[in-house]
Every structure is written in structure tokens, then in C-alpha cells.
């Protein structure tokens, strides 16, 4: 019996630390990310002679991006210098080369472990791809006179690349790599003819830049649930259905308000103080009528080209002031919600002169609507 309370108090222990840790978990999963890398270390093409002395520098520099945490591409541009040597005359030389390739690359620990963060200590990757190796600069001819060259002074080949690479974790900013890799060339790349492609094999330490990191949403981790729980839950969430579905709704005039605004123009001929245009004073007064506290402000003017300013000054005024009066005279508006104003020949609202013998009319006020909404009972 104590054995069995013992079990059971574990078990529910750890689903109790299990929950806990499922909650506090927030990070959100790794979606895609950029980066550059330098790279620095040795390569050897092979030959018949002792591959310790074919070993020769190289340097790299590429740009990529993952497209998801397992699966990514990059452009690699790498070279430095190559050598060869023939084993009977104990003879060396060496040459120029660079490769661009078009590497595609796969995470392995990603793609297996498939952690949402995708933050790993350390990555395992493969890496295969395809490009051009250029070569050039051969001193053969300097050291083994007699034998001749079997490729001109410059060579371009193909390149087929497969290797794998260790990478500190991806998430981090900057990271540090070591990539192995091996190349298929052009049987003629080390200047010798033996009738199959020529291999050259490099090892590099990088360090690179990512950047451009891009993360979705946490994913959710799904516990066990006691079959209890469960129907607690399926309970209260056929509840909270029912008493959704017992809302009525029901629509509603409800009243809302907006400030509303006008801007007439009228025009004149010259000495003329009484607006001839109907159409105007329809406007204004539907717009005084219809909205709250409505009123408007009727400035007078008079143009510059004719009269003197004392004349101008007489006109202006009347306008404003008759079309004022035939408002309140002749449609019924009440005469404090209409303000009248003369500026005369000092102020020219319109670059046309014979346009600004005119009033122009700005008011203001408040339309009441209503509308018609759909709400809850």
C-alpha cells in the first residue's frame, strides 16, 4: 500500500513539474534566418605523390539563408592555391584557383531533435551542391621543363561539392563551424590526364554572422488530462455554449451626432449687391435648418481692378448684409444664427478679378441621424 501511495505521488509530481515548465516555455519557434561566413583552413587535391606536401591554404566566403530550421542554401566562393607534383622526379608545382558553388544545405540535429526554439548546443549538417572552379597561373613549366602543361593558362571547370559541417547553435548571433568537404573537377584540373575526375578536399574553420531571424508563434505542448478533468472541461464548455446560444439579439435605433460643415460661393456683377443665384440661399438654408445649432458667417468682398477702395469697402458690406437680410426676410431664418463680415477690396480671395466681387458663406453645425443596430438583449 505505501509502495503504491509512493508511485502514485511521483506520478503526479511530475505531470505537476511537467505543466509547470509547459507553461513557463514561451519562446517561440525558430522560422528562418540569414547569415555570412569567413572561413579559413587547408585543401589537398590528390595525386600519386605524398599528400603531405599538397597541402596548400584556403579561404572562403559565403552568404545564405535557412528557409526553415532544417533546410537552407547558400552561394560559397572559395580558393586560394592548389598544388601537385610528380612522385618520379620529385618535382612540384602549384597553381590558382577559385570555386563559386551554389550549396544546398540540410540541419540534421533540426530535422531528427525538431526542438521548437531550434536552439541546439551544437548542429550537424550536410551539405551538397553544384558550380564552377576556375584555375589559372600554373607554374609547371618552371619547374618540370620537360613535361608539358596539359591545360592552357586559364582553365574552367565544374565542381561538384558534398561535405558536412558541425555548427554552434543557430539561434546565437554569431557562431563558430567546422566544414569538410570534398570536390569533383575536371579530370585535366591538377594538369595531369589520368581519364576520371580529379578530387580535391578541403577543411575549413568559420565563423559566421546570422541575422534576419524570424519566429513563429509558441508551440503548444500537449499534456495528459485526467479522463475527470476532461469531462470537467467538456461540461463547462457545453455550458458556456448554451448560454451563448440563449442570447437574443434584437435591433436598436440608437442616435449619434457628427459636426457637419458648408462653403458656398457667390458671384456678382460689377456694382451688384444683390445675390441673383437661388440656389445659394436654398443651400444655406436647408443646411441651417437641417442641423443642430447650426449657424453660418457670410463674408462680403469686392474686387480690386474697379472702384476705389471707399466704394469697394460699400459693396462688400452690402452684399454680405442683403444677402443676410433676404435669409431672414424671404425663407424665415432666424436672424442670430447668420453673422455677416466685409473685407472690402484689402483682402483678394481668387487670383481672377472679377471673381472676388463675391460673399463667401461658411457655417457650421451638428447632424442628428440615427441608425439602426444590432445588440444583445
Not at 584555375?135 to 602543361?149: E, F, G, M, Q, R
Not at 440563449?246 to 435591433?251: A, L
Request: hydrophobic share 40%; charged share 25%; proline share 3%.
Amino acid at each position: 500500500m505505501r509502495k503504491k501511495f509512493f508511485l502514485i505521488s511521483a506520478v503526479l509530481s511530475l505531470l505537476l513539474v511537467s505543466s509547470v515548465q509547459a507553461q513557463e516555455d514561451t519562446r517561440d519557434a525558430l522560422k528562418s534566418y540569414s547569415f555570412l561566413e569567413l572561413q579559413g583552413g587547408v585543401q589537398l587535391t590528390t595525386n600519386d605523390v605524398k599528400m603531405s606536401k599538397l597541402i596548400t591554404p584556403t579561404a572562403a566566403l559565403s552568404f545564405g539563408h535557412f528557409f526553415s530550421p532544417a533546410v537552407g542554401a547558400r552561394i560559397h566562393v572559395n580558393g586560394w592555391q592548389a598544388k601537385g607534383g610528380f612522385k618520379d622526379l620529385d618535382q612540384y608545382y602549384k597553381w590558382k584557383y577559385m570555386v563559386a558553388d551554389f550549396d544546398l544545405l540540410v540541419n540534421l540535429t533540426n530535422m531528427i531533435l525538431k526542438a521548437p526554439s531550434g536552439k541546439h548546443p551544437l548542429n550537424v549538417m550536410l551539405l551538397a551542391g553544384l558550380g564552377l572552379n576556375h584555375a589559372w597561373k600554373n607554374d609547371l613549366s618552371l619547374t618540370a621543363n620537360n613535361i608539358p602543361v596539359t591545360w592552357n593558362s586559364n582553365r574552367l571547370s565544374h565542381n561538384l561539392r558534398f561535405g558536412a559541417r558541425l555548427e554552434t547553435d543557430v539561434t546565437k548571433p554569431v557562431g563558430v563551424s567546422l566544414e569538410v568537404n570534398a570536390n569533383s573537377l575536371s579530370d585535366r584540373f591538377n594538369s595531369k590526364v589520368n581519364s576520371h575526375d580529379d578530387w580535391q578536399f578541403t577543411a575549413m574553420l568559420g565563423i559566421s554572422f546570422r541575422f534576419g531571424k524570424r519566429y513563429s508563434k509558441p508551440i503548444p505542448v500537449t499534456l495528459p488530462i485526467a479522463q475527470d478533468a476532461l469531462d470537467t472541461q467538456a461540461a463547462a464548455t457545453a455550458a458556456a455554449l448554451l448560454v451563448e446560444s440563449e442570447k437574443k439579439k434584437v435591433k436598436k435605433d440608437v442616435t449619434r451626432e457628427e459636426d457637419v460643415r458648408l462653403h458656398k460661393e457667390g458671384f456678382y456683377p460689377i456694382r451688384v449687391t444683390n445675390l441673383e443665384d437661388e440656389s445659394v440661399y436654398k443651400e444655406v438654408v436647408q443646411f441651417l435648418k437641417n442641423n443642430k445649432n447650426a449657424h453660418i458667417t457670410v463674408v462680403g468682398y469686392a474686387d480690386k481692378g474697379t472702384g476705389t477702395a471707399k466704394e469697394n469697402q460699400r459693396y462688400a458690406k452690402e452684399r454680405a448684409e442683403n444677402f443676410k437680410k433676404k435669409l431672414v426676410k424671404d425663407y424665415g431664418v432666424n436672424a442670430s444664427s447668420v453673422a455677416t463680415d466685409s473685407k472690402g477690396d484689402t483682402v483678394q480671395p481668387f487670383s481672377e478679378n472679377d471673381k472676388n466681387r463675391c460673399i463667401l458663406i461658411d457655417g457650421k453645425g451638428i447632424r442628428v441621424y440615427t441608425e439602426t443596430v444590432e445588440v444583445e438583449e
